[in-house]
């Protein structure tokens, strides 16, 4: 059996630093079938999908001029060969961007226990947790510091370090009034302020997503014995910066600073205690496959709060 199909393919490569529009996609539709069909009710748009778009692979393999796009989604299994997966079972997977996603062959389908809870899987809240708990290793007493703060990994930051017993949270943002109410002591504008002058004191714990030129100023604020979790390069992936950047390693050896990439990935124990945490993540809902790509273009944009998602 088939399924009438609407999906959004990939017009053109748009390299990193130029800017992204609608019209960089197509709207089309075609027959989907398999062994499992899922109707996607859910999708989340990211950040990192800009690399995608680039055709630059990361951790992930690009997006492919006139293929659809993929991504997380949620949906409702519809046809099913597999004994494990029945009509009318809730998952998530990773063919989002479309209205029927076969997903026989996808590597990690993983149940959800109703719609209402869909939403809870397609934020970036664990990489949060990962970021703040493995990677910068918040402690208490801890001062902490949150590069892009309105995000979807900074919006759920500060209630996170909270928990694992920071004393203050601070961020940057483009827009430093979208993430007023996610409950950082202070958020400054990434491009106006210079924070040794507004965080004299110093940071301990740093989860960055921006890196850039500035990777360096926030490097500068952490105290000795801290510790920079290198989350994103949204400078790099959305500004056009080099994704290089100088640091003085004379001054991270002198003050015993570590600098630790890492993905959610890299943590699977982590998911549970996460998950038992019950935190709420900020997020947005848009209307409307066909709204999908405009709402990436205004997530780059600065143009929401939180974890962005789409009704399919
Ligand atoms: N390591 C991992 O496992 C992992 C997992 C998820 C995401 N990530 C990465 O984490 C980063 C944040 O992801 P997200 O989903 O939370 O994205 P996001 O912050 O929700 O969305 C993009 C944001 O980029 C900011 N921005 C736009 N132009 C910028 C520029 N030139 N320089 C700096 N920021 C700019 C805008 O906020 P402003 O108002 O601040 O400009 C916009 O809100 C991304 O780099 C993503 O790839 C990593």
């Known amino acids: 059996m088939a399924f009438d199909s609407r999906e959004v393919r990939l017009a053109s490569h748009v390299p990193t630093g130029l800017p992204l529009t609608s019209a960089s996609f197509r709207l089309t539709r075609s027959p989907v079938g398999g062994p ?3 109707r996607n009710r859910w999708m ?30 949620v949906g409702e299994v519809v046809a099913s060969s597999r004994p494990d997966l ?25 149940p959800v226990s109703s719609a209402d809870e869909a939403m809870g899987h397609l934020g970036q809240g664990l990489t949060t947790y990962v970021g703040l708990r493995a990677a910068a290793e918040v402690r208490p007493g801890d001062t902490v510091l949150v590069t892009g703060a309105a995000g979807a990994v ?3 930051a500060a209630p996170i370090a909270r928990l694992l017993g920071a004393a203050r949270v601070v961020g940057t943002s483009g827009s430093p009034g979208r993430a007023a109410h996610l409950g950082y002591d202070a958020v400054y504008d990434r491009r ?14 740093v989860l960055d997503t921006v890196g850039g030129r500035r990777l360096r100023e926030v490097v500068g604020l952490v105290r000795p014995g801290g510790r920079v979790a290198l989350c994103g390069a949204l400078a790099h992936q959305v500004g056009g910066e080099p994704a290089g950047v100088e640091l003085d390693l004379m001054e991270l050896i002198g003050r015993r600073v570590t600098l630790r990439g890492f993905t959610a990935a890299d943590h699977p124990q982590l998911r ?31 143009g929401f709060v939180g974890a962005v998602i789409v009704g399919v």
């Open 192 to 205: 106006a302020v210079a924070l040794a002058e507004v965080v004299p004191e110093g940071v301990d714990a």
């Open 154 to 156: 900074g919006s759920v």
């Open 86 to 110: 029945a009509v009318g079972d809730w998952v998530r997977h990773g063919l989002g961007w479309r209205e029927y996603a076969a997903v026989g062959a996808w590597r990690r389908i993983e």
């Open 36 to 38: 499992v069909v899922v």
């Open 272 to 302: 549970e205690e996460w998950r038992e945490l019950g935190l709420r993540e900020p997020y947005t809902v848009v209307d409307g496959l066909d709204g999908a790509s405009r709402a990436l273009v205004d997530l780059l944009a600065g």
């Open 44 to 73: 989340a748009v990211t950040a990192a999908m800009r690399t995608l778009i680039s055709g630059s692979a990361g951790p992930m393999p690009a997006y492919q001029v006139g293929e659809v796009l993929y991504g997380p989604a």
